[in-house]
């Protein structure tokens, strides 16, 4: 657990004083390293202001409730999509595969991912925001490299493009949530998945 900050007192603070960025690092990071833990249902503001080193107090000055705080945290958790060599169809998806394999042994993405779908009933407002930052950007990235690829020749161009996109990331998902959470994937592993799937769709 973090050593409580300096900011941990500044529920006394002057109105109008600047926010601490730290205080925020810490709060953001505290919230998913939590909802990784024990997802949604079972987080709690007191428990993220003890991770966090902060006062309740400092949180709440901060964002009104939970949900808010959740939603600002899941807007911080898409990483940098990954440079495509754009060399061939098969170089860009296994760049694009390899990032997902890397992602699903992350601590806590997989987790999070799982919590997230199994939040989808009780928290429809998370759960799509989750799906927007996350889900959907990843989506739209492999939806514009197959359809480059497809004007380039190297994609049918009967292709469904969304069942290729299902193709290509569907058995990383259900490898990482469902088959092995947590654990580290065989080294082959992108270049077993992308092969399978061009093996299907890719121009003869």
Known sequence: ???PRADATDDRRAPGRPRSADADHAIVEATLELLTEAGVAS???EQVAARAG???????RRWPNKEA???DALATVEDQP???PGTSLRDDLLTLVTAMVGRSVHPGRGQLYAWMVAESDRNPEIARKYKSIVVERR???LESVLRHWQQRGELRADVDIEVAEL???APMLVYRVHWNPGQEPPADLAVRLVDAALC???AR
């Open 167 to 169: 193709l290509v990331t």
């Open 82 to 84: 990954p440079a495509l």
């Open 69 to 71: 705080l959740i939603l």
């Open 139 to 141: 989506r739209r990235l």
């Open 43 to 45: 987080l709690a503001i």
């Open 1 to 3: 657990m973090m050593a």
């Open 54 to 60: 902060v006062a309740k107090a400092t949180i709440y």
């Open 200 to 202: 299907g769709v890719a």
